[in-house]
Every structure is written in structure tokens, then in C-alpha cells.
């Protein structure tokens, strides 16, 4: 009888420490705001405001669109994830309330610059990502890697 209470706690330790489960808190290491602009010069890589959405605030400025990046190198290699949540906090939603806001992966690599921008945006510096490149160039725009797609490259599923 002995022996057996043992096999069981064991077995049971075993598959315990074999099941367990773990929660992990991500804070994003970079972030930028993609502001609708056919210059492709407008960005706010290290201001402390994200911006997300539709605004009438600028003409030609109507879409803009965050990015954020999360080093996953903390995931331990074959751990399967079981479920994920992003919380957001808005904290000026204008006059239209609260809106639903959906998430894309980004399919290219892209930069976050120095620039600090207002829900307008600002000049682009040195790597920023803006809706026409991934990494800005101000001195030679025309050598900045551009996006697949104006506004960013994602995965549209």
C-alpha cells in the first residue's frame, strides 16, 4: 500500500509540474503612429501618445494607424499559448465614444525615430516609420525601404 501512495505522488507531481501553467506581462519595445500623408514624412516615434483611427484634424491626415512591437524572446521555445489579451486604454476618445479597434500582424520590420508628435503628427526623423516607409530617411527619402503597401504592410486576416 505504501509503494503505491508513493507512485501516485509522484505521478501526480510529475504531470503537475509537466501541466502547469504560466502568465507573462509584455510591455511593447517599440511603438510608432502612421499618420495618412501622401509625403510620407509624418510619424510619432517616441512621443508619449499612440494614435489610432479616423480624424477630421488635418486635411489629407484621416487614417492614422499604431504600431506596436513585443520581443517574444521571453516564450520558451515550443510553449504553446493558450490564449492572449492587449488591454488599451484611450484616453481621449473625442466625441465619438468608444470604438472597436482590430489588430493586424505587421508583415515588414519597420523603425520607431525620435519624433514627438501631437494627433497631427510631426516631421519624421531618423528611422521612423511613416505610412509611405518602414525606416525613414530625411536626407535621402528616396533610399528609405518603403512599405509593400502604403499605410503598412499586415496580414489583412
Request: aromatic letters at 8%; one cysteine or more; proline letters at 3%.
Amino acid at each position: 500500500m505504501r509503494n503505491r501512495f508513493w507512485s501516485f505522488l509522484i505521478s501526480t507531481l510529475a504531470c503537475a509540474a509537466a501541466c502547469r501553467a504560466d502568465t507573462l506581462t509584455l510591455t511593447p519595445d517599440r511603438d510608432n503612429t502612421l499618420f495618412q500623408s501622401s509625403a510620407g514624412n509624418l510619424s510619432n516615434g517616441a512621443g508619449i501618445a499612440f494614435y489610432a483611427g479616423r480624424s477630421n484634424q488635418a486635411a489629407g491626415i484621416e487614417i492614422r494607424r499604431g504600431l506596436m512591437h513585443f520581443n517574444l524572446s521571453s516564450i520558451p521555445a515550443g510553449a504553446t499559448i493558450s490564449s492572449a489579451s492587449l488591454r488599451l486604454v484611450s484616453e481621449n476618445i473625442g466625441q465619438n465614444g468608444n470604438r472597436t479597434m482590430i489588430l493586424h500582424r505587421v508583415l515588414q520590420d519597420w523603425g520607431q525615430g525620435t519624433s514627438n508628435a501631437s494627433g497631427a503628427g510631426t516631421t519624421a526623423t531618423t528611422n521612423d516609420a511613416t505610412w509611405l516607409y518602414r525606416f525613414f530617411v530625411p536626407a535621402a527619402r528616396t533610399t528609405s525601404p518603403a512599405w509593400t503597401t502604403p499605410g503598412g504592410s499586415f496580414d489583412a486576416a
